[in-house]
Nanobody
Framework: QVQLVESGGGLVQAGGSLRLSCAAS????????MVWFRQAPGKEREPVAG?????????YYTDSVKGRFTISRDNAKNTVYLQMNSLKPEDTAAYYC?????????????????WGQGTQVTVSS
């Protein structure tokens, strides 16, 4: 098992930046695919960005964040980051870090057995 803890959320004005962190503990020696999901009020949880925990980088970005968000990992610190630039009000949501065994991205929420508690991002206009 792996445990995930997010941090870095907050309130920011449109056009600003935030960096989210997802600290992993437990069985960090296994091959996982790590994904940042987000969920806005009244909407379904959606994948935002993903990355392989180890091995060759293979990243995923949803179209609405391409060019603005960057996902990265630091295996020495057992942490995955989401750098969010040029934030928009529509990026407002609770952001969750999730993991599944394997190296292939899938958008289905049910395929991710490991989740953090979430961190709130609010972008004001």
């Amino acid at each position: 098992q792996v445990q995930l803890v997010e941090s870095g959320g907050g309130l920011v004005q449109a056009g600003g930046s935030l960096r989210l962190s997802c600290a992993a503990s437990g069985r960090t020696d296994r091959m996982y695919y790590m994904v940042w999901f987000r969920q806005a009020p009244g909407k379904e949880r959606e994948p935002v960005a993903g990355i392989r925990w180890r091995s060759v980088d293979s990243t995923y970005y949803t179209d609405s964040v391409k060019g603005r968000f960057t996902i990265s990992r630091d295996n020495a610190k057992n942490t995955v980051y989401l750098q969010m630039n040029s934030l928009k009000p529509e990026d407002t949501a609770a952001y969750y870090c999730a993991a599944k065994l394997g190296v292939v991205f899938t958008p289905e929420v049910t395929q991710y057995p490991y989740w953090g508690q979430g961190t709130q991002v609010t972008v004001s206009s």
